[in-house]
Structure formats: structure tokens, C-alpha cells
């Protein structure tokens, strides 16, 4: 059963404009939540996080939304660059979870063109 | 700082071989991960350790062992190789419950 989901395997979008991740999770005990950046033949990279006491957290051209209720949360990049094509992944922690494991979906590969 | 970094960074084996992947981590960090990668799969968690001389299962533990004799190594261990342990496998260590720092990966491949 997979907890943490992003539907869209795959998104292409213009240059300049803004691109969207989605990622859905089943789990009402998880409490953060962050993104994470790959490029081929890389480690995933930190990108931005967000805990469940907020709705919106922001760090330059990358904000992620997060509605508790609808269990969703999606990371808007604005605008998109080339350089930001990669794969992105959602990942969610629970309250209390052991050691700081972390669920993550199955990744969205984001295509900038320019 | 190097950061975290795995040795080696390929491998072809054999059914039935062995081998240790090292991960090495030089900002003091006492929780430590090995997560493999599979083609269209997220990252699932192996193994990991919460500090020095302690190991911990995780989501997919079996055909692995890991050890962690010292704080800034995290070793993982296939006793026995088999073709579905082909796969990139990521070391991450954290000093926190959520954001890890991640290595480049071993992609490792089992005949």
C-alpha cells in the first residue's frame, strides 16, 4: 500500500513558466514533509520542506502548499528554469516516526524546455 | 567537507557473490540510511542506525546486513548476491528526524 503518491510520472513544461508537482499521502500521522531533486547519476538534494502546522512555505522560485485535510501538498516552481529539470520526490515523515525514516513517492521527472 | 560518499560507485556481480558498500559521512551526523532505487519506484530504506554501534531494519532488510563500528561509516553487506538486489543503492545521513544529505549512489549489478 503506498502512502505516498505522485500520480504524474512525468511533467514538461516552458521555460519561464511555472511548473506544479502534486504528491498525495493516506497517512494522517505524517506531520513534515519535504522535496527532494534528482539529477541522473546524483543523490537525491534537499529542496524545501514543510511541517503540517503550516500551509505554505516559500524559498525563492520554490513554494510548497499543503492541505492537511485533503491529504495533498504540491511544489510550485516559479518561474522554470531549464536547470530544473530533474526528477522530484515527495517524502513524508510521521509524527513520532523512528529515527527519521522517511516514505517516498515514486518521483515526477520535470522537463523544462526552453 | 566532502559530505557523504560511497565507495564503490559501480559494481557487477555474480549470483551468489559478496560484497560491502562503504558510506562514509563527515558531518557528524548520528543517523545514518541505505535506501536503494529501483526503476520507477521511490527510495525505500534498507537499513539504518541511530548512532555508532547500533543498526536498525527497515522497509526491504532481507538479503542485507549492516554494520556501523564508527560514527561517519555506515557499511551495508550482501552476503549472498541475488538479481533482484540489482540496483542503485543511496547512503543518507541526517542530524535531524527529516532532512538527509544524500551520496551519489552505487548502481550495482547482480548476473
Known amino acids: 500500500d503506498q502512502q505516498v503518491k505522485q500520480n504524474s510520472p512525468s511533467l514538461s513544461v516552458q521555460e519561464g513558466r511555472i511548473s506544479i508537482l502534486n504528491c498525495d499521502y493516506t497517512?494522517?500521522?505524517?506531520?513534515?514533509f519535504l522535496w527532494y531533486k534528482k539529477y541522473p547519476a546524483e543523490g537525491p538534494t534537499f529542496l524545501i520542506s514543510i511541517s503540517s502546522i503550516k500551509d505554505k512555505n516559500e524559498d525563492g522560485r520554490f513554494t510548497v502548499f499543503l492541505n492537511k485535510s485533503a491529504k495533498h501538498l504540491s511544489l510550485h516552481i516559479v518561474p522554470s528554469q531549464p536547470g530544473d529539470s530533474a526528477v522530484y520526490f515527495c517524502?513524508?515523515?510521521?509524527?513520532?516516526?523512528?529515527?527519521?525514516?522517511?516514505?517516498f513517492g515514486k518521483g515526477t521527472k520535470l522537463s523544462v524546455k526552453p | 567537507n566532502a559530505g557523504v560518499t560511497q565507495t564503490p560507485k559501480f559494481r557487477v556481480l555474480k549470483t551468489g557473490q559478496s560484497m560491502t558498500l562503504l558510506c562514509a559521512q563527515d558531518?557528524?551526523?548520528?543517523?545514518m540510511y541505505w535506501y536503494r532505487q529501483d526503476p520507477g519506484m521511490g527510495l525505500r530504506l534498507i537499513h539504518y542506525s541511530v548512532g555508532e554501534g547500533t543498526t536498525a531494519k527497515g522497509e526491504v532488510p532481507d538479503g542485507y546486513n549492516v554494520s556501523r563500528l564508527k560514527k561517519q561509516n555506515f557499511l551495508l553487506g550482501l552476503e549472498s548476491a541475488a538479481p533482484s538486489q540489482t540496483s542503485v543503492y543511496f547512503c543518507?545521513?541526517?542530524?535531524?528526524?527529516?532532512?538527509?544529505?544524500f551520496g551519489p549512489g552505487t548502481r550495482l549489478t547482480v548476473l
Open positions: 558531518m557528524n551526523h548520528e543517523y
Open positions: 517524502a513524508a515523515s510521521p509524527y513520532g516516526g523512528s529515527q527519521g525514516n522517511l516514505i
Open positions: 497517512n494522517s500521522m505524517f506531520d513534515y
Open positions: 543518507a545521513s541526517s542530524y535531524s528526524r527529516a532532512r538527509k544529505f
